[in-house]
């Protein structure tokens, strides 16, 4: 076989190791969490409708995990990813079968009385109200 004049040659494991340190310099941190997040919450919904629901509990879980550290990154975006999230925890809620009322693994704990305020998923930091 004849080699072509115009081909290129193939790069050599040397180039291929310092054009890839050099995408690395470019790239930051917050790029691959967003990228992350945006990831998970897609897969999650695409699982949902093939009714694996553990696949969009760990998405749902992950995306909760991560959207914290990213969400200054993602500016005004950080509104649709919420809204995406809220969507998914909805769907899930709603369809699988480990979210059905009555279905809990583990029984509530008995209600403390005592004076008002946050409770437990807003003082978690788990649960989003608007102006705190």
Same mark, same amino acid.
Request: charged letters at 25%; proline letters at 12%; aromatic letters at 4%.
């Given at each position: 076989?004849e /080699?072509?004049?115009?081909?290129?040659? *193939?790069?050599?494991? @040397?180039? %291929?190791?310092?054009? =890839? &340190? /050099?995408?690395? +310099?470019?790239?930051?941190?917050?790029?691959?969490?967003?990228?992350?997040?945006?990831?998970?919450?897609?897969?999650?919904? #695409? +699982?949902? &409708?093939? +009714?694996?629901?553990d696949?969009?509990?760990?998405?749902? &879980? $992950?995306?909760?995990?991560?959207?914290? %550290?990213? /969400?200054?990154a993602?500016?005004?975006?950080? $509104?649709?990813? #919420?809204?995406? %999230?809220?969507?998914?925890?909805? %769907? =899930?809620? #709603? @369809?699988?079968?480990?979210?059905?009322?009555? *279905?809990?693994? &583990?029984?509530?704990?008995? #209600? *403390? /009385?005592?004076?008002?305020?946050?409770?437990?998923?807003?003082?978690?930091?788990?649960?989003?109200?608007? $102006?705190?």
């Open positions: 076989m /080699e072509q004049p115009n081909q290129p040659a *193939e790069p050599t494991e @040397e180039q %291929l190791r310092a054009a =890839y &340190e /050099e995408q690395l +310099k470019n790239i930051r941190v917050d790029d691959v969490l967003v990228q992350t997040v945006v990831s998970l919450i897609n897969l999650g919904g #695409r +699982k949902a &409708e093939d +009714k694996d629901f696949q969009v509990r760990q998405a749902i &879980e $992950g995306t909760r995990a991560l959207l914290p %550290l990213v /969400e200054e993602l500016g005004p975006d950080a $509104g649709q990813i #919420r809204n995406a %999230l809220s969507q998914l925890q909805l %769907l =899930y809620a #709603r @369809e699988s079968p480990a979210a059905a009322p009555g *279905e809990t693994a &583990e029984p509530e704990p008995p #209600r *403390e /009385e005592g004076p008002p305020g946050p409770g437990p998923a807003q003082s978690s930091g788990r649960l989003w109200v608007p $102006g705190q």
